[in-house]
């Protein structure tokens, strides 16, 4: 009786450790299965069907809407054919630049197309796609001004400016005196009615202003050669969607689609 008691527990002690090891077996086997269905970014995107993406809404000609409230401009273009590469469909969120940045912190968007300046402290957080359009200092002078053919020409000079901006800086360096704008349209005007002899602004701003009003009567006689880099803008780690992004851009560039949307909103490649 003895004997036959001592074997059924044996025979229980083989039945319980063979299920433990079962047990063990399985958690494994979940934590690996886990493991391997964990998806890159990209495959996040393509597996939801559409990218996320952060825009104002209000910065023409990058990102505004037109007469017919439709969102438009250059970067959301840039946006849509580069989804569109992507296999997947866009999904535009509008707000102000500030809910941009913590939008994108809160990861409501996979990426920001709205303009953004390649600077190291953002590098620091965020990753950046290949920039895909440069901004320069641009020295703009009404049509029949024959004096001021370069920045050191300004020194003496009215230049409407405003008045904490970088361009102010520039021209205060090169002798101008600074007269406050508010804006670059409040410089065109004043600059058109012979107020001031010239302004230094964005050089994209005034090929936008030449394609809207071809007959405003101002030129470009000047421009600094190290321009702003602008990119995409993505939270760090990203980095299946980030080079898939980069891809679609060099094939966009390649093909000619990126310098038909340059034409489109600039009447020139603002790629460089």
């Not at 969120?93 to 994108?104: C, N, R």
Request: proline share 1%.
């Amino acid at each position: 009786m003895k004997k036959l008691s001592l074997m059924i527990l044996l025979a229980l002690s083989m039945v319980l450790v063979a299920a433990c090891g079962n047990n063990a077996n399985n958690n494994k086997g979940e934590a690996g299965t886990e493991e391997s269905v964990k998806k890159s970014s990209l495959d996040v995107v393509k597996a939801t069907g559409k990218l996320r993406i952060g825009t104002e809404g209000t910065y023409a000609p990058f990102t505004y809407h037109d007469a017919n409230g439709k969102l438009t401009g250059f970067d959301v273009e840039i946006a849509e054919e580069i989804t569109k590469r992507l296999g997947v469909e866009p999904e535009f969120t509008e707000t102000q630049w500030d809910g941009l940045v913590a939008g994108m912190d809160a990861k409501r968007f996979d990426v920001i197309f709205n303009e953004v300046s390649i600077r190291d402290d953002r590098k620091a957080k965020y990753d950046f796609s290949d920039p895909y359009i440069v901004s320069k200092a641009a020295l703009v002078v009404s049509s029949d001004n024959n004096e001021i053919k370069t920045f050191a020409d300004l020194k003496g000079k009215k230049s409407g400016q405003s008045l904490t901006s970088n361009l102010a800086a520039i021209a205060r360096e090169n002798g101008a005196e600074i007269v406050a704008v508010d804006g670059f349209n409040q410089a065109i005007d004043l600059l058109s009615s012979g107020r001031i002899d010239a302004t230094i602004n964005d050089s994209l701003s005034f090929l936008d202003l030449k394609k809207k009003k071809p007959d405003v009567k101002v030129k470009q006689v000047d421009e600094i050669a190290e321009g702003s880099q602008s990119a995409a803008l993505f939270l760090k780690g990203n980095d299946e969607l980030v080079k898939a992004v980069n891809e679609a851009l060099t094939e966009m560039k390649n093909d000619g689609t990126y310098l038909k949307i340059s034409k489109k909103y600039f009447g020139a490649d603002v790629s460089k």
